[in-house]
């Protein structure tokens, strides 16, 4: 078998385990099912360093093309099923796909997909056939299970969020080395986060996102057993790991608000005592909410900052935070810089945007313009997130500088607001941001969702008004507040801000 890494797994041993359906896959199958898919992508004429995308729900089929992939030497780009077919064809055409695979339950948006694409493209469904596509579970059962004769070691090209602009396809170079080679990111998340033989990896989250993917691959090629659900359910979630006796987990800071505004009689009934590493990223968690998490779970929780581009990465335990409370952690990849407008370093305590150099190499697929915005004249990398580091250099995030509110030319950062509002009891969600103000250039919305929709009207705007005024400067608090019943949030957890913000902004007057 190709993997795990660390030792040789027992073939029947679980690599994963789709926690809806029950399905067991074994190191065993997995080997000979990614043996097949290498065979598939091959014979569709796929050579090394080429490109294949996969548009898939969480199932057992996308792990297995994604080790197929992998060890056939290619670049793997896995698109979020919440696209609309034109933002699918984009994507699929910029990376030059020469499969594209798609799960049989996304078949409405797949046929308008299929008109979208390059020629050339050989497009498979995992599941019922529809006319125009070629059926891939036939296909991969009739190729060898035996390794393909010129296997490398291939990797992901995902595609960022797109919250602040079109997607961009974050490229790493392919290493000249046999498949099942060790990556940096294998040794970097071993190290942190423990996986390895005997770890049990919880994974609510949809694995078309760079965390929960690379996470769940790591965790099994160093011989851990992955649990995979198909979609996050905070009550399901909490079961599971009682369950499992899950080890370790990964969660995003929403998943965290959602399982403590639970019923306290339903929080208290799953024991989470089997639980030694949880994980959290990819958006800033509010203090509060972390300190909850930390009261109820133990101090498990591991936080880490990183963007898709893994141009450095910050990491913070329990112990360090509840020392720096906020933080998201020291770097513990590449070097930490926070810089000014004019791109000088500024002293620790001061804001500016966020750099790191010595990290690893990427640009932006098809992208020289976004690659070199991303750099600076010494090659230092920024994500666009605007922070501050301690005299410890610990790292704390303020916002996206994209997001950045100037009211009145004072900068006025919405995840400080969002985190007060959140903290609220009758708030499940918020987003913040700026609206034109004649006066000011600026002024601060909020748009809420409550926990109970019944709630929302003028009485819980005043009520959160007054609730923001007690906790904050009058200059960054809410000048109004809107409801909805459900905020655009990603299930990966970043917020579609861009989406909400735009429908303020007449688009000759918007100044981003």
Known sequence: MLYPLTTRQDAGAPAFTMCGSREVVTFGQLDARSNQAAHVFRACGVRRGEHVALLMKNDRVLLEACFGAERAGLYYTTMSTRLTAAELAFIVRDCGARVLLVSSTLSDVAAQLRPMLQPGVRCFLAGDVAPGWEDWNATSAAMPTTPIADEAQGSDMLYSSGTTGRPKGVKWPLLDAPAGTRTFLVNLLEDLFGYGPGCRYLSPAPLYHAAPLRHSMTTIKLGGSVFQMEHFDAETALALVEEHQ??????????????????????????????????????????????????????VLHEYYAGTENNGFCAITTAEWMRHKGSVGRAVQGKLHVCDEGGREVPAGETGVVYFSDGPEFTYHNDPERTAQAHDARGWSTLGDIGRVDEDGYLYLVDRKAFTIISGGVNVYPQEIEDVLVAHPDVLDAAVFGVPNEDLGEEVKAIVQPVASAQAGPALEATLI??????????????????????????????????????????????R
């Open 246 to 299: 899950i080890t370790h987990s990964q969660w995003v800071p929403t998943m965290f608000v959602r399982m403590l505004k639970l019923p306290r009689e339903v929080r208290e009934r799953c024991e989470v005592s089997s639980m030694r590493v949880a994980v959290h990223a990819a958006a800033p968690c509010p203090v509060e909410v972390k300190e909850r998490m930390i009261a109820w779970w133990g101090p």
């Open 466 to 511: 007054a609730h923001c005024r007690q906790r904050l400067a009058s200059y960054k608090c809410p000048r109004t507040i809107e409801f909805m019943e459900q905020l655009p949030r990603h299930p990966t957890g970043k917020l579609h801000k861009k989406a909400l913000r735009e429908r303020y902004w007449p688009v000759d007057t918007h100044r």
